[in-house]
Structures are given as C-alpha cells and as structure tokens.
Antibody, heavy 121, light 107 residues
Framework: EVQLLESGGGLVKPGGSLRISCAASGFPFSDYAMSWVRQAPGKGLEWVSTMYGRSTTTFYADSVTGRFTISRDNSENTVYLQMNSLRAEDTAVYYC??????????????WGKGTTVTVSS | DIQMTQSPSTLSASVGDRVTITCRASQTLSSFLAWYQQKPGKAPKLLIYKASTLENGVPSRFSGSESGTEFTLIISSLQPDDFATYHCQQYNTYPYTFGQGTKVDIK
C-alpha cells in the first residue's frame, strides 16, 4: 500500500525557518516526482513545489521562490521542504503528494494526511 | 500563470441529484486537468485525470468532460458520501494551479 507520512510542522515566528519531511513507502520512490501542496485555513489548495525522481529538476510557486527549497533523499524514501523567511501567509496544512503522469505533466495520485505549519509571533 | 475559474463556489443538492461543477482555464490545457474530492479535515483524493479518465476505484457516477478551455465534473446521482469539496487542477504548465473549490452540501 502506498503511504505518505508528513512530519515536522509546528509553530514558528515570522522570519523563522522550518523543515518538514514526508516519508514514503509502498512504491519505487526514486521513479516518481513528488510535490508539496498547501491549504491555508478555510482556503483552497495551492501547489507549492515539485521535484523529479532521479534528477535535480525542481519547480516552485512564485509565492515561495527564493524562500523554500524542496529536496529528496532517495535512499531514505523521503522528500523535504525547507522553509525560510516564513510569513504569516505561509500558515497552512502542507500536504505531500506522489505525482503520476508523463514526462512533464503530473497530477497527484496519492496524498499524505498533511502537517500543519503556523507562522505567528 | 494559468488561471482556473471554478463555479459554483457552493452547491446545495439532495441525494439522487445530478450535480455539475465547472472549471474554466485561461489557456488551453491539452486535457491536462484533474479533479479531486476533499472531505473536512482530510487530504484530497484523486477522482479524474486527463480531463475524463476515472481513477481506479472511483465510482462510475463521477465523470469528467471538456470543451475547449471549459472542464466539467458531473456526479450523475449524488450519494451521501459525495458531500465534500471538489477541486480542479491544471497540470499542463508550471506553476500548477487549482480552482477555488466547490463545496457540495446538503439542501
């Protein structure tokens, strides 16, 4: 069974940093791109970042470019999101998702339960 | 960026009703559109990809279609388990973008 388990969320002050993780199991992790999607309280979904499976190819939303970094450890079946210079508007549930699709177009077929990040003084 | 305009934002319906949700893209998507269902406090669940392909295990009362840049999710006969929020997502071009969501609640 494919499973994704996020961890590392919490309360952080504006301007602070946090790294969240997503441990994957049940599929050949390095064969798949992985994404982070967030949802602010009472709001819709916002794609944040994607990293391809075996390359260093990454993509970011404009709202996080230069502040967030996605990375992965294929030996540990884990994907990370390093979040720096956090702002109140980054407060959200952050979901990890497994991508599926062609070379360039991926949709998210499996999602984790999410981890909550709260940015507040 | 591709803008996704989803309507309606809220829809009140009864069990057995036919429900239609629409997403309009600001650019052509070459059918690269997905639909997700999300229940309160839960993660989204993939329903449909490539505009009209039903994900394994999703009931056949769900269907998707497209006409140009307009995409439609149809629930042919609403069931109690279907009361949820539905999101469309384009994955033709980065940055991927979602619609605002449609909450389907009980009339």
């Amino acid at each position: 069974e494919v499973q994704l388990l996020e961890s590392g969320g919490g309360l952080v002050k504006p301007g602070g940093s946090l790294r969240i993780s997503c441990a994957a199991s049940g599929f050949p992790f390095s064969d798949y791109a992985m994404s982070w999607v967030r949802q602010a309280p009472g709001k819709g979904l916002e794609w944040v970042s994607t990293m391809y499976g075996r390359s260093t190819t990454t993509f970011y939303a404009d709202s996080v470019t230069g502040r967030f970094t996605i990375s992965r450890d294929n030996s540990e079946n884990t994907v990370y999101l390093q979040m720096n210079s956090l702002r109140a508007e980054d407060t959200a549930v952050y979901y990890c998702a497994k991508d599926r699709g062609g070379a360039l177009q991926h949709y998210m077929d499996v999602w984790g339960k999410g981890t909550t990040v709260t940015v507040s003084s | 960026d591709i803008q996704m305009t989803q309507s309606p934002s809220t829809l009140s319906a009864s069990v057995g009703d036919r429900v239609t949700i629409t997403c309009r893209a600001s650019q052509t998507l070459s059918s690269f559109l997905a639909w997700y269902q999300q229940k309160p406090g839960k993660a989204p669940k993939l329903l449909i990809y490539k505009a009209s392909t039903l994900e394994n295990g999703v009931p056949s009362r769900f269907s998707g279609s497209e006409s140009g840049t307009e995409f439609t999710l149809i629930i042919s006969s609403l069931q109690p388990d279907d009361f949820a929020t539905y999101h469309c997502q384009q994955y033709n071009t980065y940055p991927y973008t979602f619609g605002q969501g449609t909450k389907v609640d009980i009339k």
